[in-house]
Every structure is written in C-alpha cells, then in structure tokens.
C-alpha cells in the first residue's frame, strides 16, 4: 500500500511564501503521476498542480507564474512552492499519486491526509 504524507503546510500572510512536501512510502512498484490538489470550505476539491515522471508539468491557470511543483525521485517526493500566495488560495491541499503497489498491478488513485494552507489578508 502506498502512504503520502505531507508537510509544510501553515499561517501566511498574503504575498508571502510556502512550501509543501509530500514523501511517498510504503510498498510501491510504480508511481507516474504526482501532484497537489486543494479544496477550500464549501467547494469541490480542485487540481493545483502534477508532474509525470518525465518532468512535465501542469497546472492550475489560477496558481500559473506563482506555484512550481518539482519531484525527487530518488526521494519519491513532491514539493510545492507556492510563493504571491493570496487570500484565496486557502484551502486544505491534498497530495495525489497515482501508483500501483506490485509490478503487475493497475495504477490507483493514492490520497494524503492533507495539510491546512491559510493566507491572511
């Protein structure tokens, strides 16, 4: 079973900085998606960003300029700096994988447990 667990999420105020990391671990045979999704209250869980194993990348237009994902593989890690942070981007992040646990096995959608992103104005 493949276990995401992030971190660095916090209190900021607008026009400041974060960064969130997210480590993958468990038994864990292939992992070719990455990536970061948020849901703020009262809203549907929405994309933020993900990164293939080919380093490329996709994001949200209303993240676009001020969020960068990246990925250490040797690490199975994901990172999001998120930097111009604005009011609205205060959600709950989730980190996402999609992984399959044995070679043979068909890749799934993999959840954290999520981490609080507040941005004061």
């Known amino acids: 079973q493949v276990q995401l667990v992030e971190s660095g999420g916090g209190l900021v105020q607008a026009g400041g900085s974060l960064r969130l990391s997210c480590a993958a671990s468990?038994?864990?045979?292939?992992?070719?998606?990455m990536g970061w999704y948020r849901q703020a209250p009262g809203k549907q869980r929405e994309l933020v960003a993900t990164i293939v194993n080919d380093g490329s990348t996709n994001y949200a237009d209303s993240v676009k300029g001020r969020f960068t994902i990246s990925r250490d593989n040797a690490k199975i890690t994901v990172y999001l700096q998120m930097n111009s942070l604005k009011p609205e981007d205060t959600a709950v992040y989730y980190c996402?994988?999609?992984?399959?646990?044995?070679?043979?096995?068909?890749?799934?959608?993999?959840w954290g447990q999520g981490t609080q992103v507040t941005v004061s104005s």
């Open positions: 996402y994988a999609r992984a399959s646990s044995l070679p043979l096995a068909p890749l799934r959608d993999c």
């Open positions: 468990g038994s864990i045979s292939r992992i070719n998606v």
